[in-house]
């Protein structure tokens, strides 16, 4: 049996002031871009798809990693997913007619919201089901 470490309230919340932060950032900046409702509806949709796959993926390898089962078809559609996601936004962002400080502030609130999510996702999985002060055993 696995002992998986508790994680401390700071980096608890320090993940979920990260997602908080670039999920927000990103979400104000497309509510107050000046492109067209389809465009913005593209940019929010690639970040709801990005953030779905690494949580995923996170799972997927944390499973790996644990000995729990997971098909190698599931675990390639999730790193083909997140590839996907971050390819999109990028050839979003390259043939956008934005400034390239706006290209850099949606690129960075992307990266910061997958980091983020992972790090949440993480945070959730090890504290799920432990007692205070005490170490969570892997899950059976």
């Known amino acids: 049996m696995q002992t998986v470490q508790r ?73 083909v997913s997140l590839i996907s996601a971050i390819l999109l936004l990028t050839v979003g962002l390259w043939n956008a007619t934005l400034a390239p400080s706006e290209k850099g502030f949606y690129a960075m609130s992307f990266v910061l919201s997958l980091f983020a999510v992972v790090a949440v996702q993480k945070n959730v999985r090890d504290l799920g089901g432990a007692r205070p002060g005490e170490p969570k055993a892997a899950m059976e």
């Open 7 to 79: 994680p401390t309230a700071a980096f608890v919340g320090a993940s979920w002031g990260a997602l908080l932060i670039g999920g927000s950032a990103y979400l104000i900046g497309l509510w107050n871009a000046q492109m067209q409702l389809n465009e913005k509806g593209y940019y929010l949709t690639l970040l709801l798809f990005g953030l779905f796959a690494a949580v995923s993926l996170q799972k997927t390898v944390r499973d790996r990693s644990e000995g729990l089962p997971v098909t190698g078809i599931y675990a390639g559609l999730c790193w």
